[in-house]
C-alpha cells in the first residue's frame, strides 16, 4: 500500500512523503469512548435491534406458518449454489436485464457486502474493542477499498433517487396508490444510505482526536441504527430475503407445483399460501420489470404481475397464512389472474427470484377447482377436451381423415421418432399444413416415424387455466398409450405441448424423450439443400420454446440457411408474446389491445416480407392479427421454410 501511494504521479510530483499520504488516507476514528458513551450505544442498539425484530418477527411468523410447499426438494445443491452466486453475489440478473440501473444497484449492494466488517468493526469500536486497525496494514487497505464501494455508492444511490422520484417510469409506479405514486419509503431510506456513505467518506478527512471525528462516529451509528427499523416495513426486506429466496427457488423455469392431495385445491385461502409463496410475496423489490414486459398490462388490461405479488403481501399482512379470506377477493382480482399468458417474461425479469406464474396459475387453480371461475368459453373449453379429447372440440374423425390423405404411418414402436400432432397439428387446417411441410423434411431425410393412432391434448390450456382434474386425466391416458406403444422419443412442432409432456407429465409418470422440430431442423441442416436467398426473413421467438426452453439459436439456423435473418424490437428473452399461451387462445376476445396485434405490427415495421414462426399457436394468432395489415408479410412455420428449399419429392440426399 505504501509503494502504491507513495509511487503516484500526485505524490511524486507533489513530494508528499507516503507516510503524510497514507495519513490523509487514514480513517478517523475517535480515541476512545466514555462509560457513558458505551451505554448509550448499547441502549441504542437493543432499541434498534427491538424494533427491527419486532417487524421483521411478524414477517419471518407469517412465512414459518404458511404451509409446506408440496414436491420442493432441496437437493440437488450444485444449481442453487451457482444461482445464488450468479444471481445475488455477482448480480449478473439485475445488470443484465437493465444495465445503467442495474449496476447502480449492484453499486449498493456490494458496498453493502463491502461494509459489513467495516459496519461490524464500527461498533467493537464503540465498545472499545475494535479489531481493525485503520493504521495497520489490513486496516489501511480494507478501508480505502470499503471508501471507493462508498463512493460508488453514494453516486448509484443519488442516481436512482433522480430516476425513481423525478424520471418516474410508470412501471415504479404503484398502481394501488392514489395518483399511482411511487412509494415514499424508498426516498427515506435512499436518503439514510446516502447519508450513511457520506459519514463514511466524511471520515477520511478529520483528525482522529477531533470533536468532528466524534461527531461524524455518531452520525454514522444513528444512520444504522435509524435505517434497521425500517428495512422490515419497506420494500428493502428483499435485502435480507430475496438471497433466500433466489436460493429456495422451485429449481425450474415456472415450475408448476403438484397438489398435495385430494383437499388441495390450489390458491384458494390463506391456509394455502405455501413457504415459498409467501416468502417471495415479502420479497418483491417492486421494481416493475415484470409490468414493463407483461404483454397483459402493456396491451391496456389490468394484469400487473407486480400487484398479484403485493396484493398477496397485502394479504398476509391484514389476515395471515391461515386465514378463510379468499386469496381473489380485496387484494387481487379473478379477472387478473385469467388475463395471464403465461408467457413467463415477468419470472425471466425478476431480479430477487419471484415465480410470478406458479402463484398466478395457483390461483387459477383455486377459482377453477372450486368452481368460483364461471367462464363460458372455458366452460367450453374443459369439455371440449373430456368429450372430444382435443381442445378444438372436433370430432377424433377429422384427425383418422388428416393422417390418411397425408399417407402417415401409425407408430408402431419400430421407428424412430413418434410424431406428435397435437391439436393445432391434427385439426387447425394451417397446423396441419405445418405438420405436412414437416413431414417432408423428415422423408427427405429418411428418417423413420410415426403417429399415434389415438392420440389426446396434451392437457396444456387444462393446466394453464387450473383444470387439475382434466389434466391428470389427459396426462394419464397419453402417457398409458405411450407405453403400451413403446414411445422412446418424440417430436413435436408445438412448443406448448413439448413442454407440459416433458415437465407437466412427470406429475403422473416418466414421459418419453421429446424434442421441438426447430431442434430436430438445425441438428440436421448439413443434410438438407440451402437454396439461400436475399429475402428478409424476421422471426418471432414463442415464450415456450424461448423462455421455457432457452432455445434461440436452433430455428434462427433453419432461417439464416433460406433467407436473410432479421431481428424485430423486442427478440429472444425480450421477445413479446402472442398471446396464446394459458389458455386464453381459446377465451374469446380480450380486453384492450389484442396482444397479437401488438407484436404483429413489431414484426411487420422490421421490413421483412416473411414471419417466421416456430409455434402453431403463434402462427394462429399472428394469421387473425395480420389480415388487419395492409401489404402484410406472409407468415410460415421454420419447418414450412425448410420445407421450401427441398428438391422435388422423388429426389434423394446426398449421400
Not at 12 to 27: D, F, H, K
Not at 367 to 389: I, P, Q, V
Request: hydrophobic share 45%.
Amino acid at each position: 500500500m505504501n509503494l502504491l501511494i507513495a509511487s503516484s504521479p500526485l505524490a511524486l510530483r507533489a513530494g508528499i512523503p507516503s507516510q503524510m499520504l497514507l495519513a490523509q488516507m487514514q480513517l478517523a476514528e475517535p480515541a476512545h469512548f466514555s462509560l457513558l458513551e458505551k451505554l448509550l450505544l448499547i441502549a441504542l442498539v437493543v432499541i434498534s435491534a427491538a424494533l427491527f425484530w419486532k417487524r421483521f418477527g411478524i414477517v419471518v411468523d407469517k412465512i414459518l406458518k404458511s404451509r409446506k410447499d408440496p414436491g420442493f426438494h432441496l437437493f440437488p445443491i450444485g444449481k442453487r449454489i451457482w444461482d445464488f452466486f450468479w444471481e445475488v453475489l455477482c448480480q449478473a440478473k439485475v445488470i443484465r436485464e437493465r444495465p445503467l440501473p442495474g449496476l447502480a444497484h449492484a453499486f449498493v449492494f456490494w458496498s453493502f457486502l463491502a461494509f459489513a466488517l467495516v459496519t461490524l468493526n464500527h461498533f467493537a469500536t464503540g465498545l472499545g474493542i475494535g479489531f481493525l486497525n485503520p493504521a495497520g496494514f489490513f486496516g489501511q487497505i480494507y478501508f480505502f477499498v470499503a471508501a471507493v464501494f462508498a463512493l460508488l455508492c453514494a453516486i448509484s444511490i443519488a442516481g436512482l433517487f433522480i430516476r425513481r422520484f423525478f424520471v418516474r417510469p410508470i412501471w415504479l409506479a404503484r398502481p394501488a396508490l392514489p395518483g399511482h405514486e411511487v412509494s415514499w419509503e424508498s426516498g427515506v431510506i435512499a436518503g439514510l444510505i446516502f447519508a450513511l456513505m457520506a459519514t463514511y467518506l466524511a471520515s477520511f478527512f478529520v483528525a482522529d482526536a477531533s470533536l468532528a471525528a466524534r461527531l461524524l462516529w455518531w452520525a454514522h451509528t444513528l444512520v444504522i441504527l435509524s435505517f434497521l427499523p425500517l428495512v422490515p416495513h419497506t420494500k428493502h426486506l428483499h435485502l435480507i430475503l430475496s438471497p433466500l429466496t433466489i436460493f429456495l427457488s422451485r429449481g425450474g423455469f415456472s415450475d408448476i407445483p403438484p397438489l398435495s392431495g385430494d383437499e388441495d385445491f390450489g390458491l384458494v385461502t390463506g391456509k394455502d399460501l405455501t413457504h415459498l409463496v409467501s416468502l417471495q410475496a415479502y420479497s418483491c423489490v417492486e421494481c416493475g420489470r415484470c409490468t414493463e414486459h407483461c404483454p397483459a398490462n402493456n396491451t391496456g388490461k389490468i394484469l400487473n404481475p407486480k400487484e398479484i405479488i403485493l396484493g398477496i403481501r397485502g394479504y398476509l399482512n391484514e389476515y395471515g397464512p391461515t386465514a378463510e379470506e379468499l386469496l381473489l377477493g380485496k387484494y387481487n382480482s379473478q379477472e387478473a389472474a385469467f388475463q395471464c399468458t403465461t408467457c413467463g417474461a415477468c419470472e425471466f425479469q425478476c431480479p430477487v427470484g419471484i415465480e410470478h406464474v406458479p402463484i398466478i396459475v395457483g390461483l387459477r387453480r383455486g377459482a377453477t377447482n372450486t368452481g368460483e371461475w364461471d367462464n363460458e368459453y372455458g366452460g367450453k373449453l374443459f369439455n371440449a377436451m373430456e368429450r372430444n379429447s382435443n381442445a378444438l372440440g372436433l370430432s377424433a374423425l377429422e384427425r383418422d381423415k388428416f393422417i390418411q390423405k397425408q399417407a402417415l404411418p401409425i407408430f408402431d414402436g419400430t421407428q424412430e421418432y413418434c410424431l406428435w400432432l397435437g391439436c393445432m397439428g391434427g385439426y387447425d387446417p394451417k397446423g396441419r399444413e405445418i405438420i405436412a411441410s414437416f413431414v417432408e423434411v423428415m422423408r427427405y431425410l429418411g428418417t423413420s416415424y410415426g403417429v399415434l393412432r389415438k392420440e389426446k391434448c396434451t392437457g396444456d390450456p387444462a393446466r394453464r387455466l387450473g383444470n387439475d382434474l382434466v389434466f391428470q386425466q389427459l396426462a394419464e391416458s397419453n402417457l398409458e398409450t405411450m407405453q403400451t406403444q413403446k414411445v422412446k422419443k418424440i417430436v413435436s412442432i408445438c412448443p406448448h405441448c413439448v413442454r407440459t409432456i416433458q415437465t407437466d407429465w412427470k406429475e403422473f409418470g416418466a414421459p418419453p424423450e421429446i424434442e421441438h422440430h426447430s431442434e430436430f431442423l438445425a441438428r440436421h441442416q448439413a443434410q438438407l439443400p440451402h437454396n439461400k436467398t436475399e429475402e428478409k426473413i424476421v422471426y418471432h421467438d414463442p415464450c415456450y420454446l424461448g423462455r421455457y426452453r432457452n432455445i434461440y439459436d436452433e430455428p434462427r439456423s433453419v432461417i439464416t440457411a433460406a433467407g436473410t435473418l432479421v431481428e424485430p424490437e423486442r427478440t429472444r428473452e425480450r421477445s413479446f408474446c402472442c398471446g396464446a399461451g394459458g389458455g386464453l387462445a381459446f377465451l374469446g376476445e380480450e380486453s384492450g389491445q389484442r396482444v397479437s396485434s401488438v407484436r404483429a405490427q413489431e414484426l411487420v415495421a422490421t421490413g421483412a416480407t416473411t414471419i417466421g414462426a416456430a409455434c402453431p399457436f403463434c402462427n394462429t394468432m399472428f394469421r387473425d392479427a395480420l389480415a388487419n395489415e395492409e401489404n402484410s408479410p406472409r407468415l410460415l412455420d421454420i419447418a414450412q421454410i425448410a420445407a421450401m428449399q427441398l428438391p422435388q419429392p422423388d429426389a434423394k440426399p446426398q449421400a
